[in-house]
């Protein structure tokens, strides 16, 4: 009756904080982009009032190319159709060479640890790009919400464009057996769509999760890695990477994201490794023997309350051991093969009725009759067995510790699930007609050709038959001891 825990969920939760940056700059900021830290070489800091940043680094990560003029201390930033200027020292900013901003505070060279660097306000060049800036003056951070023209939607603080959709929405369709009966005024368009929003979402918590705990794409650490894979995939496949992509519906930036949330799945299995490694297990036993850390308890779980009420007085009566027993004969938990003796587990770890009353129970106890949405339970609380927590702390605590972060990661999806915001470009897409229908008549195309070629498998068979028959009757008649009639 344990909770599913995948693996693949659980790295999620255990990290420690990577790229940490200390700085002995007063009125440091920090700048957080779709979601993600920024991560500068030199930090971000409030200089009357307005935060100043590096000029490559935030350009770089919103997208533009960086151009110097030393001669004239001029800067020009350009992104796709738009080019911003200005120079250190003037308040003016030109956007496609029109006068749009006069800044507060102007851009100023900084000398740090033997280099130069060029703050220039985030504000100004954030919202002269089309984005929206907010300030959390308590934290000293200041958010930046950049939105492709191409994005669908928003999951958190994480766009999501319309290529990205499309690889979702493929994966999906293509998983639905059914597919080739879904009618274009179904119900079932509205459940697919829903699903299509499910994926995206879980794919998007795994971003939330390694962004909270310290990684950002905008680390160059980070970032220059995974370009340097690009570039391995693209030398590697050479002419055929562009055909792998479309084959598998995706395009580079897609790719770029999957590369990226691949790495973040490995640095946090990395870094669960690394934690059980460095706890011994009587660390972890003795953390278990607290009552506040862990219980122990047995259940009977049958189907319905007539049944549970027909043994509940004989397991109500019965010793520890005879309790055991009776689970392990009327219970219908499949886990009781791999826990005979009852499960060790922490708060909040078991479906909320269930854990609930197991923990309102004193050791040898046992509860009312308890439903959840796998039954009905008995459940006995038993005392802790001391040798078998030692002997097998690793596995307990390993199990333990994944149900948490599984349950973190649920939280986090849950609560992106709430923060969807979609876009009028997430709104015209005609999921039936644009996706399911052309589906579906690739399938009944397919389906047909192979009639076809059933047919023509046929009709050949029924030649040759034609033949061998006419070859026979040929023989037969030549033959004056065979009756033809009778043949």
């Not at 006995?380 to 605590?397: G, V, W």
């Amino acid at each position: 009756m344990k909770k599913i825990v995948s693996l693949f969920l659980v790295i999620l939760m255990l990290t420690p904080c990577l790229s940490v940056f200390t700085s002995a700059v007063e009125n440091e900021v920090t700048v957080i982009l779709n979601g993600f830290e920024i991560v500068f070489d030199v930090p971000g800091r409030l200089i009357d009032g307005r935060t100043m940043v590096p000029l490559r680094r935030i350009g770089e990560c919103l997208g533009a190319t960086v151009e110097w003029d030393g001669a004239t201390r001029g800067i020009k930033l350009t992104r796709n159709d738009d080019v911003v200027e200005l120079s250190v020292g003037s308040y003016d900013l030109y956007k496609n060479g029109v006068l749009t901003y006069k800044m507060d505070v102007a851009p100023i060279i900084v000398e740090e640890e033997g280099a130069s660097r060029t703050l220039v306000p985030l504000r100004a060049i954030s919202e002269a790009f089309g984005c929206l800036v907010d300030w959390e003056g308590t934290t000293r951070s200041a958010f930046i919400a950049d939105i492709p023209d191409a994005a669908v939607m928003n999951i958190g603080a994480y766009p999501v464009t319309k290529d990205l959709y499309h690889y979702f929405v493929i994966q999906t369709i293509s998983e639905i057996a059914n597919i080739g009966d879904i009618k274009s005024d179904s119900e079932e368009i509205t459940e697919i769509e829903d699903m299509i929003v499910d994926k995206i979402v879980y794919f998007n918590s795994i971003k939330s999760y390694a962004a909270e705990l310290g990684l950002s794409i905008y680390d160059p650490l980070v970032s220059d890695g995974i370009n340097a894979s690009l570039a391995e995939y693209k030398q590697h496949y050479g002419d055929l990477f562009a055909y792998i992509l479309q084959s598998s519906n995706m395009t580079e930036e897609t790719f770029l994201e999957f590369l990226y949330v691949s790495y973040f799945e490995t640095e946090l299995m990395n870094a669960i490794t690394a934690l059980s490694e460095n706890i011994s297990a009587d660390e972890k036993a003795e953390a278990m023997m607290n009552d506040e850390n862990f219980i122990r308890a047995a259940h009977i779980l049958v189907e319905d309350e007539e049944s549970a009420k027909s043994i509940y007085d004989l397991a109500k009566s019965s010793s520890d051991d005879k309790f055991l027993e009776l689970m392990n004969q009327y219970s219908l938990d499949e886990g009781k093969s791999d826990y005979p003796y009852g499960y060790y587990f922490g708060k909040d770890q078991m479906v909320e009725s269930f854990d609930k009353a197991a923990y309102s129970l004193d050791i040898g106890e046992t509860s009312d009759i308890v439903k959840s949405e796998f039954g009905y339970h008995i459940i006995r609380r038993l005392e802790k067995d001391q040798p078998y927590l030692y002997e097998n702390a690793d596995f307990i605590f390993s199990d333990y510790i994944n149900y948490k972060f599984y349950d973190d990661l649920n939280t986090i999806t849950k609560s992106l699930k709430e923060s969807c915001v979609y876009y009028p470009l997430y709104e015209n897409i005609d999921l039936y007609n644009e996706y399911i229908l052309p589906l579906q008549e690739t399938i009944k195309d397919s389906a047909t050709d192979t009639a076809g070629e059933k047919s023509e498998e046929a009709k050949t068979s029924e030649a040759e038959e034609d033949t061998n028959v006419a070859d026979d009757s040929y023989y037969y008649y030549d033959d004056p001891n065979v009756v033809v009639d009778d043949y």
